[in-house]
């Protein structure tokens, strides 16, 4: 499952090599941002944001009271997309992975790209039958999924309205999407499917996932992540009748005792877990088989890289210790490791143009930046070395991945933050 998509590299490269450099890479990003945040046009936009607040809010209930499992966000795609083309973006399509995308057409590359992608996810954890009727207490609005990631679904249309209501044109295609398969199994299955299989593959220059809330937080590093489902098996039997022979969970046990003697580095950090086991016949009963769910991260690529193999290698040597220390004459202990889940990691640098234009209209806007590390859908293209960050959509809340999940749709607050986000999308962008 690990990416290797040489082709889509080498096509990249070539369209960034013929790309105008949108952004302004030399002049001084606090300027840039500064300039495009005082403009007339800027002040209309934000304007906008204000007199279509409600309607922000209501689409945040429409989306979020639209069911989204994971694997399952057709139904949502379908209603996101009619949202699109009502936004009169162009190529408004849904792709064979389910993801949900339209353009607005820059002045300099006309809809031809390469694109300025900002994505938000359609997928929620929540399983087939989950409540997800909103609830509202004042300003608080609950229901599963509203904060992960509906409300950044919202908060894109708003950015279309008012950037046409201002009349803004960016230099660059920007490229608004909904994806698909962010969350958990589904493994970051939409943002692959885009970057290495979709009709946008090599023409993506730049790439903001809105995923969070808090308008000062940015995530840079993107955490990788490797899954296993470990199965060990052996001969089973009677507990007592067959004493003696070979057990597959001692073999699971010594596995998770050696995992857990390793001191991996905290920086870049990197981290393991043991997480979820079963298995067994019964409690007067050797167990057949026994399984147990391994997690394991890094910022590092090397690292995590290095702790798979570790991680392998204490596997090979847990059941050919239960081998060595029991009897195999009804047969022996083997294992078999299937990966359930795999995020490549990566970083932006400091370097680049988003990156210190996002940083530059974070300050502008009154915020101090938060520069953290985290597994989203940013952590594809950052793999691939495409600048990408993931980006709050200024709209706060808490209790993520929770029944009682919630945001805070208080006005004012709200308004303040959502510009951030259109000023750094402006600014990557580049404005006429």
Known sequence: MTLRHTTSVVALALALTAAPAFAAPKADPAKTVGKIVASPAFQKAVAKLDADYDRTVADIITLT??????????????AYLEML????????????????????????????????????????????????????EGTRLMAPGIGDDTRALSTLLAYVRAMDAAGIKTKADILFVGNVGEEGPGDLRGTRFLFNKGPYKGRISAFFSMDGGAPEQVVDRGTGSKRYRVTFTGPGGHSYGAFGIVNPMVAM?????????????????????????????????????????????????????????????????AVASENAARSTRAGAVTY?????????????????????????????????????????????????????????????????????????????????????????????????
């Open 65 to 78: 009271e639209i069911p989204a499992p994971p694997f399952k966000e057709e139904q949502r795609a379908k």
């Open 85 to 136: 083309k009502a936004h009169g973006l162009t190529n408004v399509e849904m792709d064979a992975e389910g993801n949900v995308m339209g353009v607005r057409p820059g002045t300099v590359t006309k809809g031809k790209g390469p694109f300025v992608v900002i994505a938000a996810h359609l997928d929620t954890v929540f399983p087939e039958g989950t409540d997800v009727k909103v609830k509202r």
């Open 253 to 317: 046990a010594k596995a998770v005792t050696d995992l857990y003697a390793i001191q991996p580095p905290k920086d870049p950090k990197t981290t393991y877990s043991a997480s979820v086991t079963g298995g067994g016949t019964s409690v007067n009963s050797i167990p057949h088989d026994v399984f147990m769910e391994f997690d394991m991260r890094s910022e590092s690529a090397a690292e995590l890289a290095k702790l798979d193999q570790t991680f392998i290698g204490l596997l090979d040597k």
């Open 336 to 432: 078999a490791a299937k990966v359930i889940g795999e995020r490549p990691a990566g970083a932006t640098p400091e370097t680049t143009d988003i990156w210190l234009l996002t940083r530059a209209a974070i300050t502008t806007l009154g915020y101090k930046p938060s520069m953290d590390a985290s597994s989203t859908d940013a952590n594809v293209p950052m793999s691939l070395g495409i600048p990408a960050l993931t980006i709050g959509a200024g709209i706060k809340g808490g209790r993520a991945h929770a029944l009682d999940e919630w945001i805070d749709v208080e006005k004012a607050p709200a308004l303040k933050g959502m510009q951030v986000g259109l000023a750094a999308l402006l600014a990557v962008a580049g404005v006429d």
